[in-house]
């Protein structure tokens, strides 16, 4: 089935170093694909997307990768900060319809003082 | 201030004892969504409204119901609730038709006896 997965659940960094989070996707003709950031506690947050034509796009300190060849994206955070430990998800369009997002089941960022 | 709200953010219940969760925006977006989230699944979607009177199931509807009767709310509804659907639950907007950039609200925790 469609499947949105990650390859470490849990991800340990020392301030100020640049995090890197990946994530495998399956539906290798979805157009769409966006990181959420989720803080204990809370709803998730937009962090960032990416449409399929780019393979990069850059934020404030976010930086999304997207490699169609091996169907994979990556979320890189620069100098990674206290504020940016929480769990990340990654999503895409579903394989039958684009108002649908199917979920990552997450990667948990922790930041070393 | 822009926000997602809902209600109840707790909940404990019986088996089979009707109950609706409450969602709603002020931000005036087209697209809302509703989501559960279990550990170890990430966040798997509902349902969804594309707009008013327009809605569709995502991957995991049954034994749940929604409308979308006015552009701000989208209620969720468990006409009869049953032990595996203790979860938390996240309603969502996005200003677009479709699944981009969605605000999520602070979840409900429901617990089901």
């Known amino acids: 089935g469609e499947s949105v997965g990650l390859h470490l659940p849990t991800l340990s960094v020392q301030e100020g170093d640049n995090s890197i989070i990946n994530c495998a996707y399956s539906?290798?003709?979805?157009?769409?694909f966006i990181w959420y950031k989720q803080e204990s506690g809370k709803g998730p947050q937009f962090i960032i997307d990416i449409r399929s034509n780019m393979d990069k796009r850059q934020g404030q300190r976010v930086t999304v990768l997207l490699n169609k060849t091996v169907k994979h994206l990556s979320l890189q955070i620069a100098a990674t900060q206290p504020g940016d430990s929480a769990v990340y998800f990654c999503?895409?369009?579903?394989?039958?319809?684009?108002?649908?997002?199917?979920f990552g089941s997450g990667t948990r960022l922790l930041v070393r003082p | 201030e822009a926000q997602v709200t809902q209600n109840p953010r707790y909940l404990i219940t019986v088996t089979g004892k009707k109950l609706t969760v409450t969602c709603s925006q002020n931000m005036n977006h087209e697209y809302m969504s509703w989501y559960r989230q279990d550990p170890g699944l990430g966040l798997r979607q509902i349902y969804y409204s594309m707009n008013v009177e327009v809605t569709d199931k995502g991957d995991v509807p049954e034994g749940y119901k929604v409308s979308r009767k006015e552009k701000r709310n989208f209620p969720l509804i468990l006409e009869s609730p049953s032990p595996n659907q203790t979860s938390l639950y996240f309603c969502?907007?996005?200003?677009?038709?479709?699944?981009?950039?969605?605000?999520f609200g602070p979840g409900t925790r429901l617990t089901v006896t």
């Open positions: 969502a907007s996005s200003p677009g038709t479709g699944p981009y950039e969605q605000y």
């Open positions: 539906n290798s003709a979805s157009d769409y």
């Open positions: 999503a895409e369009e579903a394989a039958d319809s684009s108002y649908k997002l199917i």
